[in-house]
């Protein structure tokens, strides 16, 4: 197995970094009041991580309810028993947590 070492040259960055925010390699940090509501925006946002390319929505914007409960499959559970030699063992234990 051969091991390919890459060296990056990051110099160049720094040229005008004092007129870039820290969001594109800069310096400059924002200090207006829509800075602060993004942040606080950011914090609260969950990332999202896309694993098929068809999971990618077509608009960044929010999908509408109607399309969220159109899209959703209405597929019934499907419902697994359990097994006769668990449900004699298992049936005590419920009767008394139901008592309480």
Same mark, same amino acid.
């Given at each position: ?6 060296? $990056?040259? $990051? &110099?160049?960055? #720094?040229?005008?970094?004092?007129? @870039?925010?820290?969001? @594109? ?15 606080? @925006?950011?914090?609260?946002? /969950?990332?999202?991580?896309? /694993?098929? *390319?068809?999971d990618i929505p077509? &608009? %960044?914007s929010e999908p $509408?309810?109607? *399309?969220?409960? &159109?899209?959703?499959?209405?597929i019934p559970p499907?419902?697994? %028993?359990? %097994?006769?030699? /668990? @449900?004699?063992?298992?049936?005590? $234990?419920?009767?008394? #947590?139901?008592?309480?």
């Amino acid at each position: 197995m051969q091991v390919l070492m890459v060296a $990056f040259e $990051f &110099s160049e960055l #720094w040229d005008g970094a004092e007129d @870039r925010g820290v969001k @594109r390699a800069g310096i400059k940090v924002a200090d207006a009041k829509e800075a602060e509501k993004q942040l606080i @925006r950011e914090k609260g946002v /969950l990332m999202v991580m896309y /694993l098929n *390319e068809g999971d990618i929505p077509e &608009s %960044p914007s929010e999908p $509408f309810l109607e *399309e969220l409960v &159109s899209s959703q499959q209405t597929i019934p559970p499907k419902v697994i %028993p359990l %097994p006769q030699e /668990l @449900r004699v063992h298992i049936q005590p $234990f419920l009767n008394a #947590w139901l008592m309480g």
